[in-house]
């Protein structure tokens, strides 16, 4: 474990920054691992005055971050212009927040850092400023591409044992029952078998699949959807080994008696995924993308505008995505 962790510092107009300011200047207390901080340093500087913290700081990047981590937050620099406006978004800013990202994915592919850790971002400033991707997600996929063809990258929320996955991400609702297919709900159970075997040591994942339409059709009366495509593609999975069960009704599938019997649900889109997880363990639950060559997390909440240059944002799901992020490269 001799290599930082990297962070991208996400939105300035949110409470990315906010936390990460925070939780490193309790590091001690907390047993931090040491981390790099990706983004621009004057902003930096002026937030954590803002919120009456009193750090230094190192703009000496990964490689020079496990000396400074100790005395100076370790900042690898990313010229820009980021105004200090808690609440207020501007494409100004577009430039650094992505090409922090980008930096640290960078940092993490070659090995400078352990893996990477995303403040939340806000897609629709974003967007303004020109970013072409959904989320960090989809990018993720395009950055860790390396020139090759672009793996599918699975986003799971994690809190404990309840893990939910979505199969269809950032889609409008109207589009998600043409974005089914058979071959995704494979390739994504695939993912999703891999890398809690590779990355969460669970020997044989056991994945429930939920179904799109209410009481998964309820035998092709209700939606054909669950009988002609995710039904086949659980019998594929079962066919190919994997510990698999589905369509179940999405409704009765998060009942704790019920989810705890699988180490993963898939649902087939974003809401039906991370609502039961959000509802229950939305200050502690994290963000976790499967199928890229680097291990990446995040907190669950969003850029909270309201909270941005408070001090109040809870720092409980970043936390949890650093010890998470630190956990599953231990070893590197
Ligand atoms: N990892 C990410 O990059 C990520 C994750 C989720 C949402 N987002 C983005 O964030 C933006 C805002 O999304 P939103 O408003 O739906 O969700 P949000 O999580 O930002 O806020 C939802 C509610 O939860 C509260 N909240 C959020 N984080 C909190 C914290 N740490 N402590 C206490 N309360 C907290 C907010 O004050 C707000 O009331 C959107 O652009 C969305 O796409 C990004
Ligand atoms: N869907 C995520 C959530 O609500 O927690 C969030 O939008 C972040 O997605 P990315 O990690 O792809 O930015």
Redesign the pocket.
Same mark, same amino acid.
């Given at each position: 474990m001799d290599k930082p962790l990297a962070i991208s510092m *996400?939105?300035p107009a %949110?409470? *990315?920054p906010d936390?990460a300011l925070q939780l490193y200047a309790r590091r001690a207390e907390l047993n931090l691992p040491p981390f790099c901080l990706f983004g621009h340093g004057a902003f930096l500087a002026e937030r954590a005055a803002r919120l009456g913290l009193d750090i230094a700081f190192a703009p000496v990047g990964p490689d020079g971050a496990m000396a400074a981590f100790d005395s100076a937050l370790p900042i690898a620099p990313i010229d820009g212009i980021v105004p200090d406006q808690p609440g207020q978004t501007t494409p100004l800013s577009g430039h650094v927040v992505i090409e922090a990202i980008s930096a640290a994915v960078a940092a993490t592919l070659r090995g400078s850092c352990r893996a990477l850790v995303?403040? +939340?971002?806000?897609? %629709?400033?974003l967007y303004q400023a020109g970013f072409k991707h959904p *989320? /960090?997600t989809e990018f993720l996929a395009e950055l860790c591409a390396q020139g090759g063809k672009p793996k599918l990258p699975v986003m799971m929320l994690a809190h404990g044992g309840l893990r939910a996955v979505p199969v269809t991400i /950032?889609v409008p609702i109207r589009d998600v029952p043409g974005l089914l297919s058979k071959q995704l709900i494979v390739d994504t159970v695939r993912v999703v078998a891999h890398d809690l075997k590779q990355r969460f040591g669970i020997a044989n994942p056991q994945i429930a699949v939920a179904g799109l339409n209410p009481h998964a059709g309820e035998g092709g009366n209700i939606g054909r959807e669950d009988l002609e495509i995710v039904g086949p593609a659980v019998a594929q999975l079962q066919f190919e080994g994997y510990g698999v069960t589905g369509p179940l009704p999405a409704d009765t599938l998060f009942y704790p008696l019920h989810w705890a019997q699988y180490d993963a649900v898939v649902a087939m889109y974003h809401d039906q995924a991370l609502i039961p997880i959000k509802t229950v363990a939305?200050?502690e639950a994290v963000?976790v993308t499967l199928g890229l060559p680097i291990v990446r997390t995040?907190?669950? /909440? %969003?850029?909270?505008?309201?909270?941005a240059g408070t001090g109040?944002?809870? +720092?409980?799901?970043?936390l949890a995505a650093i010890v998470m992020a630190d956990a599953m490269t231990a070893n590197l």
């Amino acid at each position: 474990m001799d290599k930082p962790l990297a962070i991208s510092m *996400g939105e300035p107009a %949110g409470v *990315g920054p906010d936390i990460a300011l925070q939780l490193y200047a309790r590091r001690a207390e907390l047993n931090l691992p040491p981390f790099c901080l990706f983004g621009h340093g004057a902003f930096l500087a002026e937030r954590a005055a803002r919120l009456g913290l009193d750090i230094a700081f190192a703009p000496v990047g990964p490689d020079g971050a496990m000396a400074a981590f100790d005395s100076a937050l370790p900042i690898a620099p990313i010229d820009g212009i980021v105004p200090d406006q808690p609440g207020q978004t501007t494409p100004l800013s577009g430039h650094v927040v992505i090409e922090a990202i980008s930096a640290a994915v960078a940092a993490t592919l070659r090995g400078s850092c352990r893996a990477l850790v995303t403040a +939340p971002i806000h897609k %629709g400033a974003l967007y303004q400023a020109g970013f072409k991707h959904p *989320g /960090h997600t989809e990018f993720l996929a395009e950055l860790c591409a390396q020139g090759g063809k672009p793996k599918l990258p699975v986003m799971m929320l994690a809190h404990g044992g309840l893990r939910a996955v979505p199969v269809t991400i /950032h889609v409008p609702i109207r589009d998600v029952p043409g974005l089914l297919s058979k071959q995704l709900i494979v390739d994504t159970v695939r993912v999703v078998a891999h890398d809690l075997k590779q990355r969460f040591g669970i020997a044989n994942p056991q994945i429930a699949v939920a179904g799109l339409n209410p009481h998964a059709g309820e035998g092709g009366n209700i939606g054909r959807e669950d009988l002609e495509i995710v039904g086949p593609a659980v019998a594929q999975l079962q066919f190919e080994g994997y510990g698999v069960t589905g369509p179940l009704p999405a409704d009765t599938l998060f009942y704790p008696l019920h989810w705890a019997q699988y180490d993963a649900v898939v649902a087939m889109y974003h809401d039906q995924a991370l609502i039961p997880i959000k509802t229950v363990a939305f200050e502690e639950a994290v963000n976790v993308t499967l199928g890229l060559p680097i291990v990446r997390t995040s907190p669950d /909440h %969003g850029t909270a505008f309201d909270l941005a240059g408070t001090g109040r944002a809870s +720092p409980k799901s970043f936390l949890a995505a650093i010890v998470m992020a630190d956990a599953m490269t231990a070893n590197l």
